[in-house]
């Protein structure tokens, strides 16, 4: 009978550990670097970009593209970017700032999509300050918002500066 007590738990935490079917780890896999080894990396900003080729050398073309496509924004903006705007509560009157934004303080999408500004009642409107350096403009009547995107090109067209001149 005693032999019996003391088979039927080694017995069942045979059974019980049989009934486990996740493989046990090996040794091998105990270090982060060998489980890193199995989890797919993630695609960095940095590969991102390179992996995308210029949507377009014609301007219009390049900023349709642009404004529907975030990644095509994360990809053809400089680094960092810099964006002024107006700080309406300065006082004795509204003064312009100017900040150098880094990649983690954007917030894509950095301009509304065409379908976007269409159900805005946003206008859009481009010049060009020479052969390689554009602007945009977006505006809704009867509001104070107007925004204001500068793109250069060189091999591709970048978004190097946005102004925003809303109050």
């Not at 960095?44 to 210029?54: G, M, R």
């Not at 003064?95 to 150098?100: F, N, S």
């Not at 090109?153 to 925003?164: E, F, H, M, Q, S």
Request: aromatic share 8%.
């Amino acid at each position: 009978m005693l032999r019996g007590k003391i088979l039927l738990p080694i017995l069942m935490a045979f059974l019980a550990g049989a009934c486990d079917r996740s493989p046990a780890p090996s040794a091998s896999m105990a270090t982060p670097e060998a489980r890193n080894k199995l989890t797919p990396a993630r695609p960095n900003e940095q590969t991102t970009s390179a992996a995308l080729s210029c949507p377009a050398q014609e301007f219009d073309k390049f900023l349709v593209a642009f404004a529907n496509d975030v990644e095509i924004q994360k990809a053809f903006v400089t680094q960092p970017l810099q964006s002024e705007s107006v700080d309406a509560s300065a006082e004795p009157e509204p003064k312009p700032v100017t900040k150098m934004l880094s990649t983690a303080e954007l917030h894509f999408p950095l301009m509304p999509s065409s379908q976007q500004q269409a159900s805005d009642g946003v206008k859009l409107s481009q010049t060009s300050l020479d052969s390689k350096d554009m602007e945009v403009k977006l505006v809704k009547e009867d509001t104070d918002y107007q925004m204001l995107f500068f793109f250069k090109n060189d091999g591709c067209w970048k978004l190097y500066r946005i102004r925003d001149d809303s109050l």
